[in-house]
């Protein structure tokens, strides 16, 4: 067996300064090891149809049509997806085209080719919408195109002679509704000289139409010198009279009505309909002050200034 040589004091030292180093060499790979390792995010796969969505869209902000968020007056408490905030789009140039359109002004459809155009959310039919967040609607695109300010002429209630006078917009406020309806949109009235509850219900701006389309047209064919349309849309307003939902007996109920019980549940119909409150103060020249509502036709668009 041979003998091995005793190590120097010098190997010695180089012994112990080796077996650190590759016990902190073995520690760094371990720790290397154990920890993990970064995901790396991976890019989606090509997608010919996005790439052309992203290349072709608008960046410069001059022709970007805007938009706002519209809170309506009627919280959508009478429609059946009880909407109650809608993105309607700035007016712009080719809209001035639309609303100084001689036929759809001379049918009447102005309004509503323009609310169909401007009405962004998808789920909006203009013509589903009562008539209160119609208005609110024709009112942000008025003044959010022409300013707050509008020039009106207004006939003083003591002479009725016109004066010509500003109405500032931003002091239409929506009216404060305190009778709110049930589950299911209706509301009741009791008529004081039929002592009979009836419920009703408002009607959309379709609905309002058609009543009149059929007013005028029963005009013409009997020759009246009057129309019907009070008395139609009294009728498609009521839903049930003492809880009796019969659509012959309502009409005919209507058409023997006192003329009080009809101005009580008209009255009570304006009421509660939801929508901006055009009651506006006016000054006279003289300093006269009176409250006149304020008409919004085709007019209101067009500013005279």
């Given at each position: 067996?041979e003998n091995k040589k005793p ?72 429609y059946e997806n009880k909407i ?38 998808k789920s909006i039919n203009p ?179």
């Open positions: 067996m190590l120097s004091e010098k190997d010695i030292e180089q012994k112990v300064l080796n077996d650190a180093l590759n016990r902190y060499e073995n520690k760094d790979d371990k720790e290397q090891k154990n920890q993990a390792i970064p995901d790396i995010p991976t890019k989606a796969p090509f997608n010919p149809n996005d790439f052309e969505k992203n290349l072709t869209k608008e960046t410069d902000e001059d022709l970007i049509i805007d938009f706002e968020l519209l809170d309506l007056p009627s919280e959508g408490k009478f109650n905030q809608i993105k309607v789009e700035y007016m712009t140039s080719i809209d001035e085209d639309v609303i100084t359109t001689p036929s759809l002004i001379e049918n009447g459809t102005v309004l509503d080719v323009l609310l169909k155009r401007k009405i962004k959310t013509e589903d919408l009562i008539s209160g967040d119609r208005d609110a609607i024709i009112l942000f695109l008025r003044s959010s195109s022409y300013g707050h300010t509008y020039h009106v002429n207004v006939p003083d209630p003591r002479t009725g002679k016109s004066f010509a006078t500003e109405v500032d917009l931003t002091k239409l406020n929506y009216k404060k509704i305190e009778k709110q309806p049930d589950e299911n949109g209706l509301f009741l009235v009791e008529i004081p000289m039929r002592k009979k509850i009836i419920q009703f219900r408002l009607l959309t701006s379709k609905e309002e139409k058609n009543i009149f389309n059929k007013a005028e047209a029963i005009k013409e064919a009997y020759g009246h010198d009057y129309s019907q349309f009070n008395t139609l849309k009294l009728k498609a307003h009521i839903v049930s009279i003492n809880n009796n939902s019969d659509r012959n007996y309502i009409d005919k109920f209507v058409d023997a009505i006192p003329a009080l019980d009809s101005y009580t549940i008209r009255k009570e119909i304006l009421k509660v309909m939801p929508g901006v409150d055009l009651n506006y103060e006016f000054t006279a020249p003289d300093g006269y002050k009176f409250v006149a509502p304020l008409q919004m036709g085709i007019d209101f668009f067009f500013p005279n200034n």
